[in-house]
C-alpha cells in the first residue's frame, strides 16, 4: 500500500524518529508537514499523521494543515504521537479531525518522548532517552500491523 507520513515535530525531534523508523519498516515516503504538497496526497493510499503533544494537543500548524485539506475523499489514515505522558488518550484529537475530513483512521500509535517543557527542565528533563529502541521496535510492529 503506497503510504506517506506527515509528521509535525519540534521540541526534540521525538516525533520525526518515530516517523522515520515507522517509514523505514514499511517503505513510506515520511515528510514534514512544511515540505507536504497538499495535491500530492491523493496519489497515496495511507498517510499517516503524527506530532509532538503540546498544551493537550497536537502541533498548531498540523492541525491547520489537515483543516486546509480539500477533496481527499475516503482514505485511509493512521495517528501517532510522543508526549511527556505518553498515554493514547492523546491521539484522540488528530483522530477526530481526520474523522472530519473523511478518513477512515485504521490505526494509532502513542509513546514517552524527552520532555524538558517548563518545570521539567529543572531536573534536565523527563523520558530521557525516549523515544528508545525498544518504542521504536513498537512502531514498527504497529505499522506493519495495518498493511
Ligand atoms: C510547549 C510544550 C508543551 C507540552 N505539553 C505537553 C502536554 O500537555 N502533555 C504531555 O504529555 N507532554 C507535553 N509536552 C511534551 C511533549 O509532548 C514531548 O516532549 C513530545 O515528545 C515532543 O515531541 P517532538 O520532539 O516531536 O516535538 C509539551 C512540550 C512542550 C515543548
Same mark, same amino acid.
Given at each position: 500500500m503506497s503510504t506517506l507520513i506527515i509528521y509535525y515535530s519540534k521540541h526534540h525531534e521525538n516525533t520525526q524518529k518515530v516517523a522515520e523508523a515507522i517509514a523505514d519498516s514499511i517503505g513510506a515516503d515520511v515528510l /514534514? &508537514?512544511?515540505?507536504?504538497?497538499?495535491?500530492?496526497?491523493?496519489?497515496?493510499q495511507l498517510i499517516g499523521f503524527g506530532s509532538g503533544i503540546y498544551h493537550g494537543e497536537p502541533g498548531k500548524e498540523l492541525i491547520e494543515f489537515i483543516n486546509e485539506l480539500?477533496?481527499?475523499?475516503?482514505k485511509k489514515a493512521f495517528v501517532f504521537t510522543t508526549s511527556g505522558?505518553?498515554?493514547? /488518550? &492523546?491521539n484522540y484529537y488528530l483522530t477526530q479531525l481526520l474523522h472530519e475530513k473523511n478518513f477512515e483512521v485504521i490505526g494509532g500509535f502513542n509513546c514517552k518522548g524527552f520532555d524538558t517543557h517548563g518545570l521539567h527542565k529543572i531536573v534536565?528533563?523527563?523520558?530521557?532517552?525516549?523515544?528508545n529502541e525498544d518504542d521504536l521496535k513498537k512502531a514498527k510492529l504497529f505499522a506493519e500491523s495495518l498493511l
Open positions: /514534514n &508537514y512544511e515540505f507536504v504538497d497538499p495535491d500530492n496526497i491523493s496519489k497515496y480539500k477533496n481527499i475523499g475516503d505522558q505518553g498515554t493514547a /488518550n &492523546y534536565g528533563g523527563i523520558n530521557k532517552g525516549r523515544p
